[in-house]
């Protein structure tokens, strides 16, 4: 990827296509690949009117601006770094999505003080952490009933309690879409471990 390319993403579908979205260097932060994007998105439909989403290691925004530029009522966005979540008040500015909710907050301190239900939640935090085990075991009392949880990782980390929906590699990066499991599901899931 050239230098003038290298901190920047393009918005692939919905009414901000082709939009490009800059943020800085930040330790940990690699946005998901268009080709990842333009498959999530297919999985979940392109049209996402009427759903409340939470990106919750927001990073360069790909994700949540990709659900908002497909009609999502509302999409929070959390991001701990202060210079990346000012670059996401600015996309935010440039493009007018006044669906966007920035937070600049701990992940999971927001959930910690949330009471709100989402429809669909975008868990990419660092790969070199524990945050994506940690915070999916945080997160059910903030899902509606049929709410989708998307996760990228190296990976995948106990998902007892989840459903896999679909899932996929590119390059060393797993992603998967979950769902919560039925409750005779994750019961049948312990058994059998």
């Not at 999985?43 to 530029?69: K, N, R, V």
């Amino acid at each position: 990827m050239s230098a003038q390319h290298k901190n920047q993403v393009r918005i692939i579908g919905g009414q901000y296509r082709r939009r490009i979205l800059k943020f800085p260097d930040s330790l940990g932060l690699r946005p998901t690949p268009d080709r990842v994007r333009e498959t999530l998105f297919n999985w979940l439909g392109q049209d996402l009117t009427g759903w409340h989403c939470l990106d919750l290691f927001a990073g360069s925004g790909g994700l949540g601006f990709e659900a908002a530029s497909r009609h999502a009522k509302q999409v929070v966005m959390v991001e701990m770094a202060r210079p990346v979540y000012q670059a996401l008040q600015s996309s935010q500015q440039t493009l007018g999505a006044r669906e966007i909710q920035l937070l600049n907050a701990d992940a999971q301190r927001f959930l910690s003080q949330n009471r709100q239900a989402f429809d669909l939640v975008f868990l990419d935090p660092p790969f070199a952490s524990t945050l994506l085990a940690d915070t999916l075991a945080l997160l059910p009392p903030h899902l509606s009933e049929r709410a989708r949880v998307y996760i990228e990782c190296e990976t995948l980390p106990d998902l007892s309690g989840w459903e896999i929906l679909r899932e996929g590699k590119a390059g060393t990066v797993r992603y998967a879409l979950l769902c919560r499991a039925a409750a005779g599901d994750a019961e049948n899931s312990t058994e059998s471990a």
